[in-house]
């Protein structure tokens, strides 16, 4: 029974979606697919899919990174094109210069600071913890339990809230 079911599964996706047209490749061997807007059997409209065919198949083997970020972006739909080899490299390269240019200035900053003993970056600012910001008085005196009133009419307890959700009752 459970051969039988794969089968149509297989099947079923098979016939039931659109031809999918590989619109490119990456340096890592993932494949990436779009597959137009098309209607169903049943006349239903199917929106625009772009897919990504990882070249390790197992998810659990996935990793932050094995997808460039133009990839990811034309994925997201984030942008309208697909990345050319071309673009990838040049931002992969540009990403290299200003890592080398972090590491430049940071390393300068310390040997600077190590002469001066004071840094180019100003340390944090210390601040006063005093409670939590999901306190309904954060930020303001606490609460008293006396009635306080700057008019001369105030009385205590004389208003009382109508009961209901309805305020015309």
Do not use: C
């Not at 390269?93 to 040997?111: P, S, V």
């Not at 409670?131 to 006396?146: D, I, L, N």
């Not at 009419?153 to 009752?169: I, L």
């Amino acid at each position: 029974m459970g051969w039988s079911q794969d089968l149509f599964r297989v099947l079923w996706r098979a016939l039931s979606k659109g031809a999918k047209q590989q619109v490119g490749a990456d340096q890592f061997g993932n494949k990436y697919y779009y597959v137009p807007e098309y209607k169903n059997w049943r006349g239903q409209t199917i929106r625009e899919k772009r897919i990504v065919e990882a070249a390790n198949k197992r998810e659990v083997d996935y990793e932050v990174g094995d997808i460039p970020a133009e990839w990811e972006a034309w994925i997201r739909k984030t942008r309208k094109t697909p990345p050319t080899m071309e673009e990838i490299l040049k931002n992969e390269k540009n990403r290299e210069e200003i890592k080398i240019k972090n590491q430049d200035l940071y390393g300068k900053e310390k040997l600077l600071s190590k002469g001066s003993n004071e840094e180019l970056l100003a340390p944090p600012v210390q601040t006063q913890i005093k409670g939590h910001a999901s306190a309904p008085y954060f930020g303001k005196e606490e609460p008293t339990v006396a009635p306080t009133s700057t008019g001369k009419t105030f009385q205590p307890g004389s208003w009382m809230p109508q009961g209901g959700k309805n305020p015309n009752q």
